[in-house]
């Protein structure tokens, strides 16, 4: 072995086997390659790094001027639920039934109703309303247009689903709580002398924020609905409630070809555009014609028979749910909220006469009934009765 001056080099050791320089790259190529897959191992293998979680909705709350159930957006479910008094209760029944059911609400509310199936469920939102009937029976100071609807054509209404002394609204984002909620209200109805006279769940199907949900028709169900400040909806911070139980035909409306469907609802299956229009908020023309004379959205559509023209522009707040109860009793929970139900009476005789639908739809319940304001802090609803 060569040995430079000034560096000399040991002499090999006899008992280590010598490598030649080709040996050692290969052998540090391969060191470096299980380096680089023992780092990769364990970088796969670490757990990946904890995302914060999104903060919980926050809690709707109780009192306010207005009931929550109208104030805020619509949640994907709810349970209604109507309740009757003794026929000889009097005002004092009334406000202790008020004050329990208040007393539920507010605790759901502020998170102190003590049920811990409901820990982390916010939000919750609710309305209560006296009945028609009631209303009258006890001389109270409900609105002069609070009155009970007329009979329509193609009406076969249940007495046990309709009416009812008492209409209390829950909706939560899951049935799971409109349901442990239902069981707090009936047994504070039931301390209170009220007996459930008849309760219906409904739901939302899912959809993006700010998009309008279809019915089970397909069809997209609330289209220019008014602004729930609108002050043409309000007495003093209350309002009125129509509400039907309107079973639908799926099957049969689904067996139409589309087009069918379409000049029937007077809206594209797809986009929700009105047959004169390109987009869903497009106005209506109901007036504008085809060539041959014929309206461009028949006379017998929906959305035309509907149309807030026929009367002079007044409208009303929907706020309907779907059911699906059985395989042939499904449906809409329409709940539509106005001064007068005199307005709802103009616009479904109209439906009931000539609607296109008609064939598909049957009105099994009905009720209506007074929104109460909302209750002040510290107060019960209907304080103030």
Not at 80 to 93: E, I, N, T, V, W
Not at 131 to 144: E, I, S, T, V
Not at 352 to 379: I, M, Q, R
Request: proline share 11%.
């Amino acid at each position: 072995m060569h040995t430079e001056p000034g560096n000399p080099q040991a002499a090999p050791d006899p008992a280590r086997p010598r490598l030649d320089r080709r040996t050692l790259f290969a052998a540090g190529a391969a060191l470096a390659a299980g380096a680089g897959a023992a780092t990769v191992l364990a970088r796969d293998t670490r757990p990946a790094p904890a995302t914060a979680a999104p903060p919980p909705p926050a809690a709707v709350p109780f009192h306010g001027a207005r009931q929550s159930a109208l104030t805020h957006p619509q949640l994907p479910a709810t349970r209604l639920l109507a309740l009757d008094l003794p026929a000889d209760a009097d005002r004092g029944a009334l406000r202790v039934l008020l004050a329990g059911l208040s007393d539920v609400l507010a605790r759901t509310a502020d998170g102190t109703l003590g049920d811990t199936r409901l820990t982390g469920t916010p939000p919750v939102t609710s309305l209560v309303a006296v009945g028609a009937a009631l209303a009258g029976r006890l001389a109270l100071p409900a609105p002069d247009t609070l009155a009970e609807l007329p009979a329509f054509t193609g009406d076969r209404l249940e007495p046990a689903r309709s009416g009812g002394d008492l209409l209390v609204q829950v909706c939560a984002e899951q049935p799971w709580t409109t349901g442990i909620l239902t069981e707090h209200l009936v047994a504070a109805a039931h301390t209170a002398g009220a007996a459930v006279r008849w309760h219906q769940a409904g739901f939302l199907p899912p959809v993006p924020d700010g998009q309008t949900p279809r019915n089970l028709f397909g069809f997209k169900d609330g289209t220019a609905n008014p602004d729930p400040a609108d002050p043409a909806l309000w007495h003093q911070d209350g309002t009125l409630l129509v509400y039907r139980r309107i079973r639908m035909d799926t099957a049969a409306f689904a067996a139409l070809p589309t087009d069918r469907q379409e000049l029937a609802m007077g809206r594209r299956a797809t986009s929700g555009a009105p047959l004169t229009g390109t987009a869903e908020h497009d106005d209506p023309d109901i007036y504008a014609k085809h060539p041959d004379g014929s309206y461009l959205i028949p006379a017998t559509a929906h959305v035309r028979l509907t149309s807030p023209r026929l009367d002079g522009g007044t409208r009303m707040l929907r706020r309907g749910y779907s059911y699906d109860d059985t395989p042939t009793d499904r449906g809409l929970l329409f709940c539509a909220f106005l001064r007068d139900p005199a307005l709802f009476t103009r616009v479904q005789s109209r439906l009931a006469d000539h609607d296109a639908l008609t064939p598909y739809l049957t009105h099994t319940a009905s009720a209506v009934a007074w929104v109460l304001p909302g209750a002040k802090p510290g107060e019960p609803l209907g304080a103030g009765l």
